[in-house]
């Protein structure tokens, strides 16, 4: 009988029972002894070198740690407390989050409790959002909404009564500093806003900005060119306007954007557009009668001259009007033919007083005014206004003020001052398609006319 073949594989070990197999390489603790292996390990933690940071005295030993930060104090935990009188019980959400749940029906209804308004633009053109903000309290009762504009553009909403908090951010900067910008996406992103409106004509780089915003909707205008490439993937309705400045749409620039939030929509009928109002507080009326005391004009009793030509900022013409103010001695010639009434000349600038005491005389009364709620006050004391297209025209027409407005042409002024009979307004256009071609005497006609002693206002 041939002989088996050796098995090549060892032999399979076998233990008596309740023994423990021997392992075959040495455990760790045996290394060690003196530590047992049901004892915990433990070793004296490095000390911090002194010569590398000499003023980290390490830890706080009065420091409280809480559940939900990994470091400083914790008062209590913000999630609310479980309740046994509930069958479903309540979601379990790990510690560090805050998570707000929204029902059902909001998202289906698309309420908006939080809205962010990005204008564009100076005073003027967030002077003119300010039905549209009305228009949002009146769809969306309880609506907190907030703004984001230009450092000229918040100054208008210390006249505006809806506005919770306005932020500056400058939006016409086409590379904002990147602490900014990631400063402004942190802010937006952690307000949890439901409802993102911009009137900057967005690309791919703003569009992406409001994107990150987390928004549920997120509207805005394009450019109506090839810049808009690429934005409509991050937004949720676009505008397109018909020129590259949405300015040049004049009072109804907005008509877009109103339109598509005034529309019908789950039994709510169509939301009717508010007229222009602005409110006054009493620290600003003090603080202009104060001025206007100074200047020696009593309230009702003057008429308000602004657009005095100037380089300063403050001037508050529109973006989409540049042709917009007058050299002072055109508006010298026409205060000659007020009658019972003392003009007052507004300057945005105090380097203008002396030419306006040159022009006019030393008697002059001049108010040197930057703000529009200051503006606004000043136009609310008045007896009439007598401007050019700035800010002054849509103020007077929000306090209901008789006014004179001055523009370079008839398509300007049928644009800027819609329904001018019913504002109370009276516009005279030049012919020559410049305002410094003006008819003077057309303007001292009207002035005669409407401010003239047996005509003041009470």
Request: charged content about 20%; some cysteine.
């Amino acid at each position: 009988m041939a002989a088996s073949a050796p098995n090549p594989l060892p032999k399979p070990a076998t233990f008596a029972l309740g023994r423990s197999p021997r392992p075959l390489f040495p455990s760790v603790l045996s290394l060690f002894p003196s530590v047992s292996p049901r004892r915990p390990l433990s070793l004296n933690a490095k000390k911090n070198n002194p010569w590398l940071d000499p003023f980290d005295d390490g830890s706080d030993p009065d420091m409280e740690f809480g559940s939900l930060f990994s470091d400083g104090k914790q008062a209590e935990d913000p999630r609310p407390p479980d309740d046994p009188k509930n069958p479903y019980g309540f979601l379990k959400f790990p510690a560090g989050f805050n998570v707000e749940v929204a029902s059902l029906g909001s998202k289906v209804r698309g309420d908006v409790r939080r809205c962010c308004c990005v204008v564009s633009g100076g005073v003027y053109e967030n002077l003119l959002f300010f039905p549209v903000i009305q228009l949002l309290k009146n769809r969306y009762p309880g609506v907190q909404i907030d703004v984001i504009a230009s450092a000229r553009g918040k100054q208008a909403y210390e006249i505006n009564k809806n506005v919770r908090w306005a932020s500056v951010y400058d939006l016409d900067d086409d590379f904002p500093e990147p602490a900014e910008y990631t400063d402004m996406v942190g802010v937006i992103k952690g307000r949890y806003y439901d409802m993102m409106l911009s009137t900057k004509l967005a690309g791919i780089g703003h569009a992406a900005f409001l994107f990150m915003s987390t928004a549920r909707d997120r509207v805005s205008y394009v450019y109506p060119n090839v810049n808009a490439a690429g934005a409509g993937l991050f937004l949720s309705e676009t505008f397109t306007p018909p020129t590259t400045n949405l300015s040049e749409g004049g009072y109804g620039m907005y008509h877009q954007m109103i339109n598509w939030l005034a529309r019908p929509s789950r039994n709510v009928p169509t939301e009717p557009l508010p007229p222009l109002r602005v409110s006054i507080s009493k620290k600003v009326i003090a603080a202009v009668e104060e001025k206007c005391e100074k200047a020696g004009a009593e309230r009702g009793k003057f008429i308000v001259v602004h657009g005095i030509q100037s380089d300063s900022a403050a001037s508050m013409q529109s973006k989409g009007d540049k042709d917009s103010l007058l050299p002072i001695h055109i508006w010298a010639e026409i205060a000659k033919e007020l009658r019972g009434v003392k003009p007052v000349f507004v300057i945005p600038h105090e380097k203008l007083r002396e030419d306006v005491k040159e022009a006019v005389g030393e008697d002059a009364s001049i108010v040197f005014i930057t703000t529009p709620g200051q503006l606004a006050a000043l136009i609310n004391n008045s007896a009439g206004v007598i401007c050019t297209n700035t800010a002054a025209v849509q103020l007077a027409h929000a306090r209901d003020k008789t006014s004179i407005a001055l523009f370079s042409s008839v398509e300007k002024g049928s644009l800027f001052v819609p329904d001018a009979a019913e504002k109370k307004c009276t516009i005279i256009s030049s012919k020559s398609g410049k305002l410094v071609d003006i008819d003077v005497a057309a303007v001292k006609t009207a002035v005669s006319r409407l401010f003239s002693k047996s005509l003041l206002p009470v």
